[in-house]
């Protein structure tokens, strides 16, 4: 079975230019998450879906990122503009039944 | 606020012995709580959970242990092994399909 793919896995930018990042969570799990993990930190929720509903964006900056997730299967987050702050890895995670959540690989963001 | 402590960052131990990994919480609406394998340039991968309504789970060489009352769990790898030299989170939640709540990590070294 596959796991979550995530790209691209690495990504080097400019700041105030945009950014995209792209998750396919594992086939079947409804529910999808997208993480920020800062160096020497724990990754940390941005937003959560249920399907293509987004149910807690309560850490999402919505005044540079959004994300979608069109026919609730795969998924994707936008920086724009991005900033110097956002050089990050940014995780994207998937569950079955809301419980263990299955990470991918991960996109590593810098923005110079 | 830092709801999930791992207050020591890193670790040594010789193969052959038992690594114990120690993680402290402090909001008490946890009601379960995961520890995942991180290795350079991957996610998070999952490990070995527990519900708050047991005091103990095994899988393998992993058992995670709860104490409630303390607000603390730990993992224990027996017997170590070099290729579990990673870093290792501790991660919490409050219901179904919420978010995860990281540890700092502890970054676990196995020596030959």
Same mark, same amino acid.
Not at chain 1, 45 to 71: G, H, T
């Given at each position: =079975? ?11 930018? =400019? ?28 990754? =940390? ?22 994300? =979608? ?44 | ?112």
């Amino acid at each position: =079975e596959a796991g979550v793919v995530q790209s691209p896995r690495y990504k080097i930018i =400019e700041k105030k230019q945009p950014v995209a990042f792209w998750c396919n969570p594992i086939s079947g799990h409804n529910t999808l998450y997208w993480y920020r993990q800062n160096l020497g930190q724990g990754p =940390e929720l941005l937003i959560r879906y249920e399907n293509e509903e987004a149910v807690d964006d309560s850490q999402l900056p919505k005044d540079r990122f959004s994300a =979608e997730r069109l026919k609730g299967v795969d998924s994707t987050l936008k920086i724009q503009p991005a900033e110097l702050g956002d050089s990050a890895v940014y995780l994207c995670a998937s569950s079955p039944r809301g419980d263990i959540q299955y990470f991918g690989a991960g996109t590593r963001l810098s923005v110079l | 606020d830092q709801q999930v402590k791992q207050n020591s960052p890193s670790l040594s131990v010789q193969e052959g012995r038992i690594s114990i990994l120690n993680c402290d919480y402090t909001n008490s609406m946890f009601d379960y709580f995961l520890w995942y394998k991180k290795y350079p340039a991957e996610g998070p991968t999952f490990l070995i959970s527990i519900s708050s309504i047991k005091d103990k789970n095994e899988d393998g060489r992993f058992t995670v242990f709860l104490n409630k009352s303390a607000k603390h769990l730990s993992l224990h790898i027996v017997p170590s092994q070099p290729g579990d030299s990673a870093v290792y989170f501790c991660a919490a939640m409050t219901g179904t399909a919420s978010k995860l709540t990281f540890g700092t990590g502890t970054r676990l070294q196995v020596t030959l």
